[in-house]
């Protein structure tokens, strides 16, 4: 069974505060996102990656940072957060993209609340 | 870029009634075409999913249409009953490789 773990569940900082986003995957997969869902909006990729120490910028990257440390670990960092950046917050695993390869499995979210 | 709208935004329907949930895409490169479901407090779950070769697909009470002359998805659900309640998505993908373009979701509630 696919396995992607978020950590931490709920965070709560305030503006200006710095916060890290963990998540691990135990599938053996190449491709990590970050996507960021709000109510009307869905999911909105904010970075992706396809293997340790790449990084792609998604559709809605300003003022989040990621790092791919391993090919099981993805980081996504707010170093200034704004309240603007409360949101829940997704992380998925994907493996190679081809022509059945498009799945993606996702963790269970982190809710994020800037003050 | 890739835009996707979907709708209805809220779906109400009585068990036993069938739930239809539509996307419209932008893209006519779009070639993958995919269903989530995300029920409370969880991630997103794949139902199924279709390549631009199937213009449709039926698994376990589900209905997937695609229409690329109207770029158009749906997803039927027949016979809805109450363990289907939760959010819906579409999500997909063409030119960019790796990623997927979401809709907006539809909150699927069915009353007994």
């Known amino acids: 069974e696919a396995a992607v773990t978020q950590s931490p569940r709920n965070k709560v900082t305030v503006t200006g505060g710095n916060v890290t986003l963990s998540c691990r995957q135990t599938?053996?997969?190449?491709?990590m996102y970050w996507y960021r869902q709000d109510t009307g909006h869905g999911l909105r990729l904010i970075h992706y990656?396809?293997?340790?120490?790449?990084?792609q910028i998604g559709d809605v990257p300003d003022g989040y940072k990621a790092t791919r440390t391993t090919q099981e670990d993805f980081f996504l960092l707010l170093e200034l957060a704004s309240p603007s950046q409360t949101s829940l917050y997704f992380c998925?695993?994907?493996?190679?993209?081809?022509?059945?390869?498009?799945?993606?499995?996702f963790g269970p979210g982190t809710r994020l609340t800037v003050l | 870029g890739e835009q996707v709208e979907q709708r209805p935004p809220h779906l109400s329907v009585r068990e036993g009634d069938s739930a239809i949930i539509i996307c419209t895409y932008t893209?006519?490169?779009?070639?993958?075409f995919s269903w989530y479901k995300q029920e409370a407090g969880a991630g997103l779950q794949l139902l199924m999913s279709?390549?631009?070769?199937?213009d449709r697909k039926e698994e376990q009470g589900l209905t997937v249409l695609l229409n690329k002359k109207d770029k158009r998805l749906s997803l039927n659900l027949t016979a809805a009953h109450p363990g289907d309640s939760a959010v819906y998505f579409c999500?997909?993908?063409?030119?960019?490789?790796?990623?997927?373009?979401f809709g907006s979701g539809t909150r699927l509630q069915v009353y007994a």
């Open positions: 998925a695993s994907s493996g190679d993209w081809g022509a059945f390869s498009y799945e993606q499995y």
């Open positions: 599938n053996s997969h190449n491709y």
């Open positions: 990656s396809y293997g340790a120490g790449n990084l």
């Open positions: 893209d006519s490169a779009t070639a993958y």
């Open positions: 279709v390549l631009s070769n199937v």
């Open positions: 999500a997909v993908s063409g030119r960019v490789v790796g990623q997927l373009t």
